[in-house]
């Protein structure tokens, strides 16, 4: 079994920054009180040091649709290479910044946004976390992220390991 670690929210942004920037790609999953699961590969734009995860998505997505009518998000990582895992529950908001999506811009992006940043198609999805796990599975460790709204942290063990949960 692995132990469990609490780690302050400055750490937790710092990790959440770490995993998702390497890992880039998640699994963006929206719809989540609907069966099965509505779930999308999504490359990661930026990490802020707020530890909000930016992403691009269009206007007209149903993605955007899923996201207006329920807000709530999970996003899981993986990062093979480190053996390392993060899974992260959040709110999402839709935004449309022009100034935002240029500072935000790569080459790649304009596959799906064929007039740049200021594509008229072109959102920006922020996702605030607000619980996450993360695990470092080669030292055996599940680390649980501080919530990112004040909150009590409590751990719990499981049998296959430790978890770690965060609640309000």
């Known amino acids: ?8 929210r400055q750490e937790a942004n ?3 920054k770490e995993l998702a920037e390497k ?3 998640c699994l963006f999953t929206t719809k989540l009180s609907s069966l099965p699961l ?5 490359s990661t734009r930026e990490v802020d040091e707020q530890g909000n995860i930016w992403f691009y998505s269009r206007k007209d997505s149903n993605k955007n649709r899923e ?4 807000n709530r998000v999970q996003l899981f990582y993986s990062n093979l290479t480190g053996s390392e895992y993060l899974s992260l ?3 999402a908001t839709i935004i449309k910044d022009e100034k935002r999506a240029k500072e935000l811009w790569s080459a790649i992006a304009k596959t799906w946004f064929n007039e740049g940043y200021d594509d008229p198609e072109l959102t920006l999805l922020k996702i605030e976390p607000i619980e996450g796990y993360y695990w470092d599975t080669k030292d055996g460790k599940v680390i649980s992220l501080l919530k990112m709204v004040a909150g009590a942290v409590i751990g719990k063990e499981l049998v296959e390991g430790v978890e ?3 609640v309000k």
């Open 89 to 91: 529950y959040g709110k």
């Open 38 to 42: 509505t779930t999308r590969p999504m």
């Open 1 to 8: 079994m692995g132990d469990v670690k609490n780690i302050s």
């Open 164 to 166: 770690g949960s965060l």
């Open 14 to 16: 710092k990790k959440i």
């Open 67 to 70: 996201i207006q009518a329920d």
């Open 23 to 25: 890992a880039d790609v």
